[in-house]
Structures are given as structure tokens and as C-alpha cells.
């Protein structure tokens, strides 16, 4: 009983509580009969709360023609509470824990000695707050603006602005449009302030915040340089295997002008957490939805509003992976070392992530009518919180819509959880097993 009742004094319950509280609140709202054009369901009301507040985006219902101006507002009022909650109770933990995991948050002069006091916390608080909440607004104002210039009414563009401000930045994807993004797909200052506010949002609202202070990539902590090399390599890969795969199929790229290709796909690659596209996922080559699962996988930064496997997680482990094949024992990264648990605590999450989507997505292809790379597409979409959807979500049958909940669910709160039990403090062996050896190869 001890061990639980130190769980309200962590923050874990009240946590849990408030996302529950959350969840139940939205549900409601969206049962509303003002909130929409057509009766709503409580399974759909249900899996549309969840996908705002997990901030997935994917929707059993259309968006744009199910919703009511209220409802959309309900969408948009989740979408926020979801990533603010987030960002605050993520940022804070994983801070908390630096010190237990080897690692040193110098960016926030934080040499992590015993339990900090609340006058330590607020700081990061405020400054998560403010980065969030001012990058949404500057944001909602710049696409009023570029709204505007692509000739969407006035009225309209006053509310799409914000919207889609809320639902980039915080990786959602939720679309107003009838035909999605798509009805932008001409439009490259709409597209590129989108683009931007995304990949904002996945990189998060601290590396924003040092960055902004400090003005300079040497001057910054490593994990905040690991953060913004990673995310540019992403970006350009993820175009890469883009044009590669879809150059020359008329149903996507093809389609458009040669000079348009490169833009339109960086803007996929950038969006690739929120599920915002210009093109028919659905019509993608098989090989390029393969590619599209393993872009999936990737996320942002920890602390930030994306899903997925973080973007350090995957460098340490891919230094790791280089430093054995050249046979060196030190970790190295971008000039500085780090502990040998760095790469560890990578393997461990990579696996056991890994894992978890394997049997999920199984049970999701069994209990799906699609294809299986349809399924698959779907089921990693929801697990990695990216949205990105080839249009199965609204066929998924019962037991499917349950299996997507809960890898939304996972993809939000697992990957926390494992940085956290991997953190806690345990009692080291009094005594060592004879060493020995094994054979590799």
C-alpha cells in the first residue's frame, strides 16, 4: 500500500486522472447534438476524443462534413489540452530523471542532485507554456494570412488559421477542407508555414526555447544538436525515399508539375507526424507504403508532441550500432561522450517498442477486411500517433477500431512509461557471476 500511496506525490495518478477526465469530457462534447450535422455515435464520439487528445488524428467519421463549427471548436479545445498536457508532464519527467538515466540537462542548468523544489519546476513549466502557446499564435496568424493570399474567404480563413495552426504544431492533422490538404496542394506558402509549424511541434517547445536564447548550434546542449541534425536528416531522407518511390506514378507525384515534386515532397516528409498529405495516400505503391511505415516509426524529439520511436533514441543507437562495427567501446556523438547505459536504455526502448507494435499491428491485420499493407499502414499510423490513413479507419469494424484506441493509447503513454521503470532506482547484486563468453556470427 506504501507504494502506491507515493504514486499521487509523483504526479502518475493525477496524470492518469486528468487524461481520463479528459477523454470522458470530449466524448460528451461530441455526442452533442450541436456538435455535428448527422448522429454521432458514442464509439465514434469515443475514437475521435481519443485521437485529438492522444493527438493522432485519425478519424472514423469526415471531419469537415461531420462536425459543426462547435464541434470543430471541441476538436481544436482536446487537440490543445491533449499537447499541452503532454508537453508539461513529459518535459517535467524526463527532466526529473536525467540524472537516474546518466544524462545532464545543461541547457536547463540542471545538475539533477536530489528531488528540485517547486521553484525549480515552474521555470520549465512557463517556458514549455509560453513556446507552445506563442508558436500556435504566430502561427494561426501567418496562416490567416497565407489563407487569405490563396483566396479563401475571410471568414473562413479566420478560423481555418488557427485550426490548422493548432493541428500542425501539435501533430494532429485534422483537416477543414473538404478534400483535405489536398485543396493546397498548388498553394506553397499555405503548404511551407504547414510544413514548418509540424516539424516545430515535433521538435518541441525546450530546443525551441535554447535555441531562441542562444542563437547558435555549438552553444546548445548535445541533446538539443542531436535533435535539430536529426530531424534535418530526416526531413531530406524521408523526401528522398518520396520521389523515389512515387516519381512516376500518375495517381500522386507524377501528377504534378517536375518543380512542384521536390516541394510537395518535403512538405509530406515534414508532415509525416501530423497526417497532413497532398496526395492519395491510398493510391501509393505498395513499395512506398512500406516506406511510409518504417517514416512513421520515426518521430521527434522526447518531450515533444509526436509519437514514434524519438529521433535521439534512433542516433544513440545507431552510433552504438557503428561503434561495434569499428570495434570502440566509447559512445561518441557530435563531439561529446555518453554513458555506455545511453545505448542500453536505446536498445531497450527500440526492442520493446518495436515489440508491441509487431503483435498489435498482427492483431489489427487479422481483425481488418483491408489488404494487410492497408492495415498495416493503418495500425502503425495509429501506434506511431502519426494520422497518416489510406481511408481505412472509417471501414475498421469493431474489434479493429478497439485494436486502434489502444495502440493510440500505447503510442502516447509507452514509451514515457519505459523511460520511467527503466529509471527507477533498484538494488545492484551483491555478487557477480563468473565471466564467460559467447559466440556472434
Known amino acids: 500500500m506504501s507504494r502506491w500511496l507515493r504514486w499521487p506525490r509523483s504526479g502518475a495518478i493525477l496524470s492518469v486522472l486528468a487524461y481520463a477526465l479528459l477523454l470522458a469530457a470530449g466524448t460528451l462534447l461530441l455526442l452533442a447534438p450541436a456538435a455535428s450535422t448527422a448522429h454521432t455515435t458514442a464509439a465514434d464520439a469515443f475514437f475521435t476524443s481519443v485521437s485529438a487528445v492522444t493527438l493522432t488524428g485519425l478519424a472514423t467519421v469526415p471531419v469537415q462534413e461531420h462536425w459543426t463549427l462547435l464541434g470543430e471548436g471541441i476538436l481544436a479545445a482536446l487537440t490543445v489540452s491533449g499537447g499541452l498536457l503532454y508537453l508539461v508532464g513529459a518535459t517535467v519527467i524526463l527532466w526529473l530523471l536525467g540524472r537516474r538515466l546518466g544524462m545532464r540537462d545543461s541547457g536547463m542548468k540542471r545538475l539533477f ?15 514549455v507554456l509560453v513556446a507552445a502557446l506563442a508558436t ?15 483566396d479563401v474567404p475571410a471568414d473562413r480563413a479566420l478560423w481555418w488559421g488557427p485550426f490548422h495552426a493548432v493541428s500542425a504544431f501539435n501533430n494532429t492533422g485534422f483537416a ?3 478534400s483535405g490538404y ?4 498548388d498553394d506553397v506558402p499555405v503548404l511551407a508555414v504547414t510544413g514548418a509549424l509540424a516539424m516545430l511541434g515535433a521538435i518541441g517547445p525546450i530546443p525551441l526555447a535554447l535555441y531562441a536564447s542562444r542563437r547558435s548550434l555549438r552553444r546548445l546542449p548535445l541533446d538539443t544538436r542531436v535533435i535539430l541534425v536529426a530531424m534535418a ?32 515532397a518535403l512538405f509530406e516528409s515534414s508532415a509525416r507526424t501530423t497526417g497532413f498529405t497532398t496526395l492519395d495516400t491510398a493510391a501509393f505503391r505498395e513499395e512506398s507504403k512500406v516506406f511510409g511505415t ?21 542516433a544513440v543507437l545507431a552510433t552504438g550500432l557503428l561503434n561495434a562495427l569499428a570495434g570502440r567501446d566509447r559512445l561518441s556523438l557530435l563531439g561529446s561522450e555518453l554513458p555506455a547505459s545511453a545505448f542500453r536504455h536505446a536498445l531497450a526502448i527500440t526492442f520493446l517498442f518495436g515489440g508491441a507494435v509487431t503483435f498489435l499491428c498482427a492483431g489489427i491485420i487479422a ?12 495500425g502503425i499510423s495509429a501506434v506511431t500517433l502519426s494520422g497518416w490513413s489510406v481511408g481505412q479507419t472509417a471501414e475498421a469494424g469493431a474489434w479493429e477500431r478497439g485494436l486502434l484506441i489502444t495502440g493510440m493509447l500505447l503510442g502516447r503513454f509507452g514509451p514515457l512509461l519505459l523511460v520511467i521503470q527503466m529509471a527507477r532506482e533498484r538494488r ?14
Not at 136 to 150: H, S, W
Not at 428 to 441: A, K, L, Y
Open 233 to 264: 536528416v530526416v526531413l531530406v531522407g524521408g523526401a528522398g525515399v518520396l520521389l523515389i518511390g512515387e516519381w512516376t506514378n500518375p495517381a500522386t507525384l507524377a501528377a504534378e508539375p517536375g518543380w512542384r515534386r521536390p516541394f510537395l
Open 113 to 127: 542532485r536530489g528531488v528540485p523544489g517547486i521553484g525549480e519546476v515552474i521555470p520549465v513549466v512557463r517556458t
Open 428 to 441: 545492484q547484486p551483491p555478487m557477480r557471476h563468473v565471466e564467460d563468453s559467447i559466440r556472434f556470427g
Open 182 to 185: 489536398a485543396a493546397f496542394h
Open 367 to 378: 481483425a481488418s477486411h483491408a489488404a494487410p499493407i492497408d492495415a498495416l499502414f493503418e
Open 136 to 150: 500556435q499564435a504566430v502561427g494561426a496568424v501567418a496562416l490567416f494570412l497565407v489563407m487569405l493570399a490563396a
Open 176 to 178: 477543414l477542407p473538404e
Open 294 to 314: 518504417g517514416l512513421m516509426l520515426i518521430g521527434g524529439a522526447a518531450g515533444s508532441v509526436s509519437g514514434g520511436l524519438k529521433v535521439a533514441t534512433i
